[in-house]
């Protein structure tokens, strides 16, 4: 067999040729679930703590998670971290025969059972669980050619306008953006509040109830009376934009009717 093709070369050419483009043609057609899984699924729960150290989030964050994660099918092992900014992640890893999505599913249900257990200010800011690796596949760096734009709008834009459009591309997990974004930062005075006797909670309940969105209503608003002719929306309170705004939150009222 061997000599035959030996000594006709233009038709062993002719069928290498044949074998491939054959070959070329059924890639394009080759099912992608005719290929294993290498990397596991991975499901990551994100959980922030603001102002709290990385022991702190340890006790009262992490290990609550990880004492509610059981029971879950195909799980292989489980790995947290806490770090001084106050956020703790709980990273799952799965058997490779094991659906992404109801691997998902089954993490979130675990997830109610634990917070309840959880600090206010954690459930308040929200515990999110993604089906995605920690670790980074692609790092952008976006900066300004001049001193026109500073970096805090450059975070802004960022996260108005690129990382939800990033995030909704077929195979991205998850998007992260580094840096300092818009926030109003309150240095509370500790002499200043043993005078007066106020707790840092009692400034933050203020904050809450100072600074929030409140609709106040329409004019004129259905069922209309005989006679009406003006029905008009009241612009809504909206929430507080300056330092000066800020300044002028009420903590306390006296009984003299002083305001602090």
């Given at each position: 067999?061997?000599?035959?093709?030996?000594?006709?070369?233009?038709?062993?050419?002719?069928?290498?040729?044949?074998?491939?483009?054959?070959?070329?043609?059924?890639?394009?057609?080759?099912?992608?679930?005719?290929?294993?899984?290498?990397?596991?699924?991975?499901?990551?729960?994100?959980?922030?703590?603001?102002?709290?150290?990385?022991?702190?989030?340890?006790?009262?964050?992490?290990?609550?998670?990880?004492?509610?994660?059981?029971?879950?099918?195909?799980?292989?092992?489980?790995?947290?971290?806490?770090?001084?900014?106050?956020?703790?992640?709980?990273?799952?890893?799965?058997?490779?025969?094991?659906?992404?999505?109801?691997?998902?599913?089954?993490?979130?249900?675990?997830?109610?059972?634990?917070?309840?257990?959880?600090?206010?200010?954690?459930?308040?800011?929200?515990?999110?669980?993604?089906?995605?690796?920690?670790?980074?596949?692609?790092?952008?760096?976006?900066?300004?050619?001049?001193s026109s734009i500073s970096t805090d709008e450059?975070?802004?834009?960022?996260?108005?306008?690129?990382?939800?459009?990033?995030?909704?591309?077929?195979?991205?997990?998850?998007?992260?953006?580094?840096?300092?974004?818009?926030?109003?930062?309150?240095?509370?005075?500790?002499?200043?509040?043993?005078?007066?006797?106020?707790?840092?909670?009692?400034?933050?309940?203020?904050?809450?109830?100072?600074?929030?969105?409140?609709?106040?209503?329409?004019?004129?608003?259905?069922?209309?009376?005989?006679?009406?002719?003006?029905?008009?929306?009241?612009?809504?309170?909206?929430?507080?934009?300056?330092?000066?705004?800020?300044?002028?939150?009420?903590?306390?009222?006296?009984?003299?009717?002083?305001?602090?």
């Open positions: 067999m061997a000599r035959f093709f030996i000594d006709r070369p233009i038709f062993a050419w002719v069928i290498a040729i044949i074998i491939m483009l054959a070959g070329a043609l059924s890639i394009s057609r080759l099912a992608v679930a005719r290929f294993p899984d290498i990397a596991p699924p991975i499901v990551t729960i994100n959980a922030i703590y603001p102002g709290a150290s990385a022991a702190v989030v340890a006790d009262s964050v992490t290990q609550i998670i990880e004492q509610n994660m059981k029971g879950l099918d195909g799980l292989l092992f489980m790995t947290s971290s806490s770090d001084a900014t106050g956020r703790g992640d709980v990273t799952l890893t799965f058997s490779p025969e094991v659906n992404a999505d109801i691997a998902q599913v089954q993490v979130q249900n675990k997830l109610q059972l634990a917070m309840p257990f959880l600090p206010q200010i954690v459930q308040q800011q929200g515990v999110s669980v993604a089906k995605a690796s920690s670790n980074f596949l692609m790092g952008v760096g976006i900066y300004a050619q001049d450059i975070e802004d834009y960022l996260t108005t306008n690129v990382v939800d459009v990033i995030a909704r591309i077929p195979g991205v997990g998850a998007a992260q953006t580094f840096g300092a974004k818009y926030a109003m930062r309150i240095w509370l005075d500790p002499d200043k509040l043993d005078t007066y006797k106020i707790t840092p909670t009692e400034v933050v309940s203020a904050l809450r109830a100072q600074n929030q969105q409140v609709a106040v209503g329409q004019l004129g608003g259905a069922p209309s009376i005989q006679g009406q002719q003006i029905n008009a929306t009241i612009n809504a309170r909206g929430r507080l934009q300056t330092p000066e705004q800020f300044r002028q939150i009420v903590v306390r009222g006296n009984t003299s009717g002083s305001v602090l």
